[in-house]
């Protein structure tokens, strides 16, 4: 005879276990111990089958995501570093308990994530390069449709310190013409790759219509939260990038490090 499957063995094994218990205390059990087993099971169904169904739930956090708060006001435009030169940003000054969602290149293209931007609300902004991208803007089409923001990391995500003016502006506006067709709206913000730049990129920048340079004081990579300068904790209106792979299980990490400090996820374009 084959033996039993492992599960009846394991509940066959607990079962014993309680019959032996029961016996020591001297406890009259009137239910069979397998027929208890089976209702605490039944019991834990039931209260897991409701909790499943909540989004947030799903993505692995403890409680809802906090709603992102009506901005009281816009902040003051960022400051430039000279005339005709876009700002640059990787906080934002402000009060409400808010930081912000940046992703970059548009290598992974994980359809669950579009799943979970969708079922929280997200609203993530997405850096995209042309040439990272290739031939898949329909994935960041369907983010776009369920809220995620796109906006420029240059057509071919080349380090732009040195470069010649021609150069850069060719890479900047290039990419905002791309996603201005693909999209129908003209991109806000610009971040350069490897969050290096020069003088003449802030010039090509704001001659592309660039509202803002958009850097970040800390990143989720898979050693967890590092900060480029300043306090080594989350505060209100800092710029988050969630580095490349895993985005889910990263985006995961940084919400749960979020709810902890009473914070939550807000639009971008909404502070600056
Ligand atoms: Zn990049």
Not at 36 to 47: F, Y
Not at 49 to 65: E, M, N, S
Not at 86 to 91: G, K, Q, R, Y
């Amino acid at each position: 005879m084959s033996p039993a499957p492992a599960p009846r063995r394991a509940v066959r094994a607990a079962a014993a276990v309680l019959a032996a218990a029961a016996l020591l205390t001297g406890c009259a059990q009137s239910v069979d111990p397998i027929e208890r087993l089976g209702k605490k099971a039944a019991q834990s169904v039931r209260s897991h089958t409701p909790a499943a169904r909540q989004p947030y739930r799903r993505w692995g956090l403890p409680a809802p995501l906090a709603p992102a708060p009506r901005p009281a006001s816009r902040p003051a435009p960022p400051r430039t570093a000279g005339p005709a030169l876009a700002p640059v940003v990787d906080h934002v000054p402000t009060r409400d308990r808010v930081v912000f969602l940046t992703y970059d290149d548009g290598a992974e293209k994980d359809p669950r994530f579009v799943d979970m931007v969708r079922e929280l609300r997200l609203p993530v902004s997405l850096f995209l390069t042309d040439t990272v991208v290739g031939p898949g803007y329909a994935h960041f089409a369907r983010l776009r449709s369920v809220g995620a923001g796109v906006q420029n990391h240059t057509l071919d995500h080349p380090a732009l310190p040195g470069l010649p003016y021609a150069g850069q502006r060719a890479e900047i506006c290039g990419q905002q013409d791309k996603l201005t067709s693909r999209f129908g709206i003209r991109p806000r913000f610009f971040r350069p790759p490897y969050d290096r730049y020069d003088t003449t990129t802030l010039r090509a920048a704001a001659d592309c219509g660039v509202a803002a340079v958009v850097l970040w004081r800390a990143t989720v990579t898979s050693g967890g939260l590092s900060y480029t300068h300043g306090d080594h904790r989350l505060r209100p209106g800092d710029i988050v990038q969630i580095g490349p792979d895993d985005i889910r299980e990263r985006t995961t990490r940084v919400l749960r490090r979020l709810q902890k400090e009473g914070l939550t996820v807000a639009r971008i374009e909404d502070y600056l």
